[in-house]
């Protein structure tokens, strides 16, 4: 069992950065891939990004490229996505998930943090 919580969000104007934060807690954290996830009002949840294991294979939805940085520190057993140049259509509740073998149907999930992008 791995324990995720988020942090981080907010409300932000457009153009704006945050940075979020996801904390896991239980089994070797550094076992997991994560990704984080984001779902807007009325729409179905979807991939934003995610990192390996060990870091070496990141990816991003194409929407968010050039934008967003996913990074990881397994001491710390914290993942991270800093956002950039943030756009009205960012906005929604951003989760991190993880899983030991398929990143984009984990298995593990985290209650969600609100990000807010106002114009």
């Known amino acids: 069992q791995v324990h995720l919580v988020e942090s981080g969000g907010g409300l932000v104007q457009t153009g704006g950065s945050l940075r979020l934060s996801c904390a896991a807690s239980g089994r070797t954290f550094s076992n997991y891939a994560v990704g984080w996830f984001r779902q807007a009002p009325g729409k179905d949840r979807e991939f934003v990004a995610s990192v390996s294991w060990g870091g070496g294979l990141i990816q991003y939805a194409a929407s968010v490229q050039g934008r967003f940085a996913i990074s990881r520190n397994n001491a710390k057993n914290t993942v991270y996505l800093q956002m950039n140049s943030l756009k009205v259509e960012d906005t929604g509740v951003y989760f991190c998930?993880?899983?030991?073998?398929?990143?984009?149907?984990?298995?593990?999930w985290g209650q969600g943090t609100q990000v807010t992008v106002s114009s």
């Open positions: 998930a993880a899983d030991e073998d398929n990143v984009r149907a984990p298995k593990y």
